[in-house]
């Protein structure tokens, strides 16, 4: 399988002020390129990957039969790819609320002030690059925790449901170190919530 860049549901000022163009058409083109490319690139040598989906590779990245630096190329860029995606989908300039989600984060954190309160300790606290999540883990429970670089929920076999990518070139440009700033009006382009 070849990988490819998704399609974005919208244009890169759509997410303004909150998100700024530059940083949406920077992060899209440049950075997530990349991982696609270089993603490519570490599973071409492997015939027998090629039917494998972002997610295949990324849920088997233990046993995968591979090279060891080719192990870690595809962590990190298949995680930069699925990561990203995934990341483009879950904002949108407008919202759409979804309410079952809105009552499993309430039956789980008490009430969605307190959810996005703990989210956003997690997203601050992510010393250097990485992500911050709401998963669903293998018993159906939701979490919030961290990543390092790009690490996935989906390769510890949990399913993600609201990331937030805090590595600086999601930010600089727009906040340079102001995280919490950026943080705090990301959650404006969230559209579940
Ligand atoms: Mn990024």
Redesign the pocket.
């Known amino acids: 399988m070849t990988f490819e860049l998704p399609k974005l549901s919208y244009d890169y000022t759509a997410l303004e002020p909150y998100i700024d163009a530059k940083t949406m058409e920077i992060?899209y083109t440049k950075?997530h390129q990349a991982y696609v490319d270089k993603l490519n690139a570490a599973v071409e040598k492997y015939p027998d990957l090629s039917g494998m989906t972002v997610e295949d590779l990324l849920k088997n990245i233990k046993t995968l039969a591979v090279d060891e630096k080719d192990r870690t190329a595809i962590q990190n860029t298949g995680g930069g790819h699925y990561n990203?995606s995934f990341f483009w989908e879950i904002m949108s300039p407008e919202k759409v609320l979804d309410s079952s989600l809105a009552d499993s984060i309430t039956e789980t954190f008490l009430s969605v002030d307190e959810f996005k309160k703990k989210f956003t300790e997690a997203a601050v606290g992510r010393f250097g690059s990485g992500w911050a999540w709401l998963a669903k883990n293998a018993q159906g429970q939701l979490e919030i925790y961290s990543t390092a670089n790009q690490d996935s929920p989906i390769m510890q076999g949990h399913t993600p449901i609201i990331g937030l990518?805090v590595?600086e070139?999601?930010y600089y440009l727009k906040y340079q170190n102001r995280r919490p700033e950026y943080i705090e009006n990301w959650w404006k382009t969230i559209k579940f919530i």
């Open positions: 992060h950075h990203h990518d590595w070139h999601a």
